[in-house]
């Protein structure tokens, strides 16, 4: 685990894995994507105390946070894990959310670098997300710039609050 | 929630939804399956307790039994749950065991035509398996012929305790 500082239109974050006193940094960037479940397959209603459960990966996974370096504020959060146990425990899965005030900070590919890195260091392969909503489509390119290939998109699986059904693509990239 | 009776190869059997009294038998026909690892993606040293919390699902999922008729052995066993929750619950997933001195006779095949059945009855859209190991050749033309296909295959992402690294496929179909 390490830490990597970055600064982006002149604020300064650092990116590091995730501590208990972040939770409610975290929890605060994170219930209002749940809540819109429009790019999460996330119960909709999920509690807090289920989602530290969910979110808060241990070893060989792990949680991260990006905080702004002047106050430790979270900005964005993600975690990686093993997408599936036994032979499939080498290919990693993760997850990123960056608070909606913070978007366009280039915060999200800074999340996602960071748990290339790390992932790779904890032994995973490679990395595979299994529903990346399609209609969320700056998330798409964002994973492909970042080398993930769409391998297949699932038609239809998740019922989009606003525009209904559209498809999850599954998204893998070697590490 | 129904059952079926199907008479194959003279030995009668019934599928129907798992009781509690039917959970030594679904052991015994599964604990050979996990230990093994060449086909389900579980940690191979799963205990009874988590394997039991794993497959006995609840509505709008079902655990579901193969059983002799003439004695109520257990022969196969199978589930079917949401895939992902929030947009993406109207996608079911399942799985399926046979007992190794009960292949061939057309068992999972009549699980898996129960479970279509009963996933559609309890409102799912679709089914998708994320993790159909590439070599278990006979499985997966036995899903292709029931209307799954392959979507994806994600290389490399299962690694089988005798021929080492091989794909999972992603399979399909609507209901």
Redesign the interface.
């Known amino acids: 685990m390490s830490a990597v500082s970055q600064d982006i239109k002149n604020i300064a974050y650092d990116i590091r894995p995730a501590t208990s006193d972040d939770w409610p940094g975290i929890w605060a960037v994170m219930e209002p994507v749940i809540r819109e ?2 790019t ?5 209603d ?1 509690d807090e105390e289920s989602a530290r459960a969910k979110w808060m990966k241990e070893a060989p996974g792990q949680a991260f946070v990006a905080v702004r370096t002047e106050d430790g504020t979270v900005q964005g959060t993600g975690e990686f894990h093993a ?9 990693a899965n993760a997850g990123y959310m960056v608070g909606a005030k913070y978007s366009g900070q280039g915060i999200a590919r800074a999340l996602c670098a960071y748990s290339l890195k790390e992932a790779k260091q904890a032994g995973f ?2 990395m ?1 997300f ?2 990346v ?1 399609e209609s969320n489509v700056r998330a798409v390119w964002l994973w492909q710039s970042m080398g993930f290939r769409i ?11 606003e525009i209904g059904y559209v498809g ?1 693509h ?1 998204m ?1 990239r070697e590490l």
């Open positions: 479940g429009e999460f397959t996330w119960d909709r999920t997408n599936q146990a036994g032979g499939g425990s080498h290919v392969r490679s595979q299994n529903a909503v391998l297949a998109t699932v038609p239809e699986a998740f019922n989009h609050p999850l599954v893998y």
